[in-house]
């Protein structure tokens, strides 16, 4: 199942979620109707003798139930708005500094970052629930620009590297498909159609404290109240396993196609059967975020599981699974040695063994095993769109090998709060003297001298990157801009936009990183309100589809007739009907600003469909760029479409 197709899937289970909290509202307010007639005399004698019901007072109280339950689910989600670290931090996670120093923080902050450089996203933050000793992990936000990887202390006490690797893959994996964003909205879901036996409770204590004459029915209203509450105890959790379980088998085999390997996945979900501390967790919310975790964390019933049985997923992944190595591993605990103690000559934060990491190591700053500068890729519309959200261990490999050739002066500067911003202003400045002191002179409008010579020194470090290494730069410092105040990013993105305008005109590399970064930091400012799966067709998005086709050809192209060329065989794989002339836009950058927002909100089977046809457009001379690649990734990135930073090359 490739990224789209799980999009779709989600897209499907968010309308079955819709589907059973309505009728858990329903059950839940005919319940209390039922109630509110026998407690508080709501049936009434009708002028003939015969009983009736008060409707009015019934309809009263139905619509009393709907408000409190949408009220509450509203307010829950609010709660969260704030995106991945909000959840994170509510259940008590400490953030992983990007600097830090301790050995398992830093392998953990290690393999993060290469799976999100991997995966074409930004880096998300890093949090770790000190006080859990058992073996958990859940991924939580809106979107990747607000995405947050949380992992217990048992993973960083009891698994390797690779067991740590094939857990966080499957995390990414509900990073990638638009898992978590369903998530927070169950979360609010259920928190609405619990918050009924909060209600009952408060009202049975309340009135058992008084001695009105009426309070006895009050108190049997409190009570029943309770009772139906758990009316929604039973659908919140049967709405959690409804879209929870299914997704850890889709979420366990892309982590085995990330790592292309078994070992390292099944072995962590073997320690959670052995070890006596499993991966229940010991947060008295841990049954909020039950559906969200990659083992389960409370230890429901079969009917309510959120999770396969932990034997039937190893057998999926290792069919000669035993279950009596379950008792093997806890015997070999009996004595256990933490991550920490290791030799660390052993243990490679790199994700290489020693003598790999010595060469990556050496290459450090100067992107060796990169394609040259003007190297051009052969590039397959099926590849590319099987990239997509769908990264394997090649772009793994590839991943690491950015992230290691990187010197690590401006890695440190990427991490560090106080010069992220300055590490991206850098990228952006002009080779042309005049121009560059254009620039630098606005860095000082908006911040001050200070800043603009710290830019001026990082930008000579800066001209010494390869091409590719680049955008795997201004991921790394995401997380560190990410940290900054509203009103700064807003300034951020503002100074972004007149660095590439400095000089009256938009290169393509300066619009790629500008576009990029500028599109993560707003979706990091507003997550709750960015959607990433939109309703649109093709045929209400043909004019955008056109000029975004037309700009690619152009760039991709040096003569007319195979840019002409180019354009008809891109759009024909999107639109075969459609005959448009090909006109490209004069100002190609403010054209693709206006095309990109809507095209955001095309179907993803639509997505899909353009990526392939970007795809055939860029290679329809049998050859791309780097340059070119790097276009199509970043108009990949603001489609939500995350590619890998290396494409596979088809020769």
């Known amino acids: 199942m ?6 779709e899937l989600a897209r499907k289970q968010t309308r079955r979620m819709i589907v059973l909290f309505t009728l858990a509202v329903v059950c839940i307010v005919v319940a209390i109707d ?45 709660t969260l708005s704030g995106g991945g670290s909000a959840v994170a931090m509510q259940l008590g ?80 994996s509900h990073v990638l498909n638009g898992d978590m964003r369903l998530n927070i909205r169950l979360m609010g879901v259920a928190f609405g159609i619990l918050v009924i036996a909060i209600v009952g409770r408060k009202i049975a204590q309340a009135s058992g404290h008084s001695r009105s004459r009426d309070s006895g029915g009050i108190v049997i209203l409190g009570v029943a109240m309770v009772v139906i509450g758990y009316i929604g105890v039973f659908f919140a959790r049967i709405i959690k396993a409804s879209v929870s379980r299914q997704r850890e088998y889709l979420a366990d085999a892309s982590a085995v196609q990330f790592t292309r390997q078994t070992e390292g996945i099944a072995g962590a979900l073997k320690k959670i059967g052995g070890l006596g501390e499993g991966s229940k967790l010991t947060h008295q919310n841990g049954e909020e975020v039950a559906h969200m975790l990659f083992g389960d964390g409370v230890g429901y019933s079969a009917m309510f599981a959120t999770h396969p049985r932990l034997t039937d997923r190893i057998r999926r992944l290792q069919p000669q699974f035993d279950p009596a190595e379950f008792a093997d591993i806890a015997a070999d605990w009996s004595q256990p040695v933490r991550v920490g103690e290791l030799d660390a000559s052993n243990v490679s934060l790199s994700g290489f063994a020693p003598a790999r990491s010595a060469v990556v190591a050496q290459a450090r700053g100067r ?91 990082l930008a000579e470090q800066v001209a010494g990157l390869h091409p590719m290494q680049r955008l ?39 619009y790629c990183l500008s576009r990029l970064v500028g599109t993560q930091v707003i979706d990091a400012l507003n997550p709750s309100a960015t959607r990433v799966m939109g309703r649109l067709k093709l045929g209400q998005a043909a004019a955008e589809i056109s000029d975004l086709f037309a700009i690619l050809a152009e760039h991709g192209h040096e003569d007319l007739q195979g840019a002409r060329r180019a354009y008809a065989l891109g759009l024909h794989e999107v639109l075969p009907e459609a005959r448009p002339e090909f006109s490209p836009p004069a100002d190609w950058a403010r054209a693709l600003d206006r095309a990109l927002p809507k095209l955001d909100m095309l179907m993803p089977a639509a997505k899909e469909l353009v990526v392939r046809g970007l795809t055939q457009a860029i290679s329809a001379d049998g050859m791309v760029s780097v340059s070119e690649a790097e276009l199509l990734r970043t108009v990949c990135a603001a489609l939500h479409c995350p590619l890998p930073p290396v494409l596979h090359d088809s020769a």
């Open 2 to 7: 490739n990224f789209f197709a799980h999009q």
């Open 34 to 78: 039922a109630v509110m007639m026998v407690a508080l005399g709501l049936v009434r004698e009708a002028p003939a003798g015969e009983p009736g019901l008060n409707v009015g007072a019934l309809l009263a109280t139905s619509a009393g139930v709907l408000l409190v339950i949408g009220l509450a689910t509203l307010y829950r989600i609010s």
């Open 93 to 172: 996670a400490v953030a992983v500094p990007e600097d830090t120093t301790n050995f398992a923080y830093r392998r953990l902050r290690n393999v993060v970052e290469e799976i999100a450089i991997a995966s074409g996203v930004p880096v998300p933050e890093v949090f770790v629930l000190e006080e859990e000793q058992a073996i958990n992990a859940f991924a939580s936000g809106y979107t990747t620009a607000d995405a947050a990887i949380t992992v217990t202390q048992g993973c960083l006490d009891k698994l390797t590297r690779e067991e740590l690797q094939g857990v966080i893959a499957h995390e990414f």
């Open 367 to 457: 992107g060796e095993g990169l394609p040259a500068h003007g190297a051009r890729l052969h590039l397959s519309a099926n590849h590319v769109s099987e990239q997509v959200g769908h990264p394997d261990t090649g772009d793994y490999r590839a991943a690491a090998e950015l992230s290691m050739s990187i010197p690590q002066a401006l890695a440190a500067a990427a991490h560090s709060r106080d010069q992220a911003m300055q590490v991206v202003y850098a990228l952006l400045l002009n080779e042309e003297p005049q121009v560059r002191a254009q620039q630098v002179e606005l860095v000082e409008h908006y911040h001050d001298s200070g800043t603009a010579s710290n830019v001026l020194a």
């Open 472 to 510: 795997p730069l201004a991921a790394l410092a995401f997380p560190a801009l990410r940290r900054h105040p509203r009103p700064q990013l807003q300034v951020f993105v503002i100074v972004l936009r007149q660095l590439i305008n400095a000089d009256g005109r938009v290169s393509l590399q300066e």
